[in-house]
């Protein structure tokens, strides 16, 4: 899978996978990421896209705490840059989709 070049409000530009990662941390607990980009070298961010004005709850914090301070094993073998047993350590950020109205024609 060729990788999508994305770019943040910050100026910062990012690598995609362009899929999903499953991560069981240190304690069994899963989470599905919806997006990990890679940030350059062998640095890793997971993406969390929220609606609107939602946030991720208090079981996603809690393991996005873990994965970053102790890391994960994937758990998933869909994502083609990250195999099956890999060990990942990363921070996840919340990115909005705000709706936006389409006038038509």
């Known amino acids: 899978m060729q990788s999508i070049p994305i770019a943040a409000r910050n100026g910062n530009s990012?690598?995609?996978?362009?899929?999903?990662?499953?991560?069981?941390?240190?304690?069994?607990?899963?989470?599905?990421?919806?997006?990990?980009?890679?940030?350059?070298?062998?640095?890793?961010?997971?993406?969390?896209?929220?609606?609107?004005s939602a946030t991720r709850n208090a079981r996603?914090?809690?393991?996005?705490?873990?994965i970053r301070s102790r890391g994960g094993r994937v758990v998933s073998v869909s994502n083609p840059i990250l195999p099956y047993g890999s060990r990942v350590r990363f921070e996840t950020v919340e990115i909005p989709v705000i709706p936006v109205q389409v006038p038509g024609p």
């Open 14 to 52: 990012y690598s995609n996978s362009g899929a999903q990662l499953y991560v069981r941390d240190d304690f069994g607990n899963l989470r599905i990421v919806d997006l990990v980009v890679g940030t350059g070298g062998a640095g890793l961010m997971g993406i969390e896209v929220k609606y609107g």
């Open 60 to 66: 996603q914090l809690s393991v996005d705490n873990k």
